[in-house]
């Protein structure tokens, strides 16, 4: 039952449902997730924990950087989860991903992943 409770209260804040619909097109680094919602490093950074401690994303860490995805293992959750993003309309995370494409195409374009010393900078931060 407490795995429950902790999945539904992740899912009741509009911040981690707004992060869930930004991973539904596949795995970002926290960096593009903080430019896309507009918001600081240790707010979001928060907020993907709630979600990563109630089973619904997954992480990976590349260096200094971590990259989040959907964790689709648990089929109760899987469903969940495209349930869940089916009724969240493209119309109210606009500005979200309008943010994110641009940051995405600026950070392809200008190579801001580089390597400096054998470590991993991403985002020229």
């Known amino acids: 039952m407490d795995t429950v409770l902790t ?3 992740a899912l009741s804040d509009e911040t981690r449902l707004r992060i869930l619909k930004l991973l539904e097109h596949g795995e970002l680094c926290v960096c593009d997730i903080v430019t896309a919602l507009d918001m600081i490093q240790p707010k979001v950074s928060f907020h993907l924990g ?3 401690e109630a089973g619904l994303i ?5 260096g200094k950087w971590i990259h989040y995805c959907i ?3 648990d089929m109760f959750i899987r469903f969940l989860i495209l349930s869940v993003l089916e009724r969240i309309s493209s119309e109210s ?3 979200d991903s309008k943010r994110l494409a641009e940051f995405l195409k600026s950070k392809s374009a200008k190579a801001y992943v580089v390597t400096l010393r054998n470590k991993t900078i991403c985002c020229g931060r």
């Open 7 to 9: 999945i539904f209260k």
């Open 58 to 62: 997954k992480d990976r860490r590349q």
């Open 93 to 95: 995370v606009t500005e």
């Open 50 to 52: 709630v979600l990563r």
């Open 71 to 73: 964790d689709d293992s």
